[in-house]
């Protein structure tokens, strides 16, 4: 988001970005005192659902330190330009050096106005997930190769100091105004019990980036992971699958079945039959011709192929009512197995890859639907369990809000015996990066899917997307994702009125 914007926290978004794991991000190009606030409060309202109230100060001091670093670093790249002076080179640095924190201070209107027009930001990101809060300051001009040993020299010096008290009675490099806020904010990390290692300054080709690595505490990640498991281990509504399905799956699964085998018993029973029927000959699988026997759809999708209908089949029939709640979610679930199955048909053309994020897309957020299955006892029942463990309420509401819903889909999934690509689709679609190796290219679509359908409802921005997993599709630009969007987006219209 823009900080020019508007300057009201809407804590509604900071859950969400904290929820689904996804970067929000503050933009600014002067940076004036307004915005400095809003940043303050907006890690506050992080750090608040965060249940880490207590590191606000420290925290809000070390951003506000970064981003006013920043700042200064934008406003001596105009003031080099002003003066015709070259800021790698070491005598023409000194000289500029001299004088600019007083011409700048005196007449900063100017310069500010200089750094907008040049289009020169200040970017924070912050970022919670996996049980680490990042956060990150950056601006688009690149650190020269001697500000970056000043600047470590700085955090080298800081290491010996223990106090305010023994950094103040050194004489530190006050050239620039730095030098003291880096070693206080050092001194923050050490409060936190965080070492220097949680702090670094690099840079890119384009940027400068300060980042900041928090570890949050671990209580909280296991309290939420308690309370998923308790919640999966006394939903008494969650039965096994139904006993026709878990035939046929055990038939698909026996090396010695044949396709005919196959067929016939999903042939016995007349509703499945007609499902799947209905959903083979969706534009899903692009079949030339429609089919009107189980025993051609079983040829023309495959063994693989209709396993994975019979998982989203199963899934549908025990979880699937008309309430408004989850027919919302099951809408979402369908647009985005839609976009999962196309990124495979576009950038992938695997088959085996277009038939796992398909189902993947229908499941992945099985554990909000799961939770909206929940009766009022149950959740009485995992309140009183709050209580006996001595658990935070703020744990409770986090899960009723859809924190740690991966978590309950993937353990559901595994207690339906689902098989481990699906789980792992299931369990990592809000933090890709944490996917193990073997699962990563499936985990990749169904989050880029996902991210899709939030970037149509314009609940995240380009920006926000992670950056790894847009690598691996080959995409570089907001343009590209803009078009993909647009293209999948008229695709599945065509596809619900059919």
Sequence with gaps: MSA????????????????????????????????????????????????????????????????????????KRVYFMEKGLDLSNPEQYKEGMSGFKENTLSNIAHYLQLQKEKGLYIKLIAQAKSNIFTIEIKNNVVVTKNELIRIHDKLARSRQFNSLEEAMTQVLDDSEGAGLGLVILVLMLKKMGLDEDCFDILSTEKET????????????AENLSLLAATIVDNVKSLPQFPENILIVQKLIGDPKSEMADIARQISMDPALTADLLKIVNSAQYMLFKKVDSITDAVK?????????????????????????????????????????????????????????????????????????????????????????????????????????????GALIAEKWNFPQDLVAAIRYHHDPDAAPKEYKNLVNVIYLANMLCAL??????????????????????????????????SGFRREIKA
Aim: aromatic share 8%; proline share 2%; charged share 25%.
């Design 4 to 75: 020019a914007q508007g300057l009201v926290v809407d804590e509604s978004k900071v859950r969400k970005a904290i929820q689904s794991g996804i970067p929000l991000t503050i933009t600014t190009f002067t940076l004036p005192r307004e915005v400095e606030v809003y940043i303050e409060q907006i890690i506050s309202v992080f750090l608040k659902h965060l249940d880490q109230e207590k590191l606000k100060d420290y925290i809000v001091y070390c951003v506000l330190e970064l981003t006013g670093n920043a700042k200064k670093a934008n406003t």
């Design 209 to 220: 980036v300060a980042r900041l690595i928090i570890p949050l505490d671990q209580a909280r």
């Design 300 to 408: 023309m999708v495959g063994m693989r192929g209709i396993k994975n209908l019979l998982y989203s089949y199963g899934t549908q029939k025990i979880l699937g009512d008309e309430s408004a709640d989850k027919k919302m979610l099951w809408d979402h679930s369908y647009k985005t197995a839609f976009f999962a199955y196309n990124l495979v048909k576009n950038f992938q053309r695997d088959r085996n890859l277009l038939d796992d994020a398909y189902v993947g897309g229908i499941l992945h957020d099985m554990g909000k639907i799961i939770f909206s299955n929940v009766h009022p006892e149950l959740l009485n029942k995992i309140r009183s369990f709050c209580t006996e463990k001595g658990l935070p309420a703020s744990t409770f509401e986090d899960l009723s809000a859809g924190m740690n819903h991966s978590e309950i």
């Design 456 to 489: 149509e409802k314009k609940e995240v921005k380009f920006d926000q997307l992670e950056s790894s997993v847009l690598e691996s599709f080959g995409i570089t630009s907001k343009k590209q994702i803009d078009a993909m969007l647009e293209k999948f987006t």
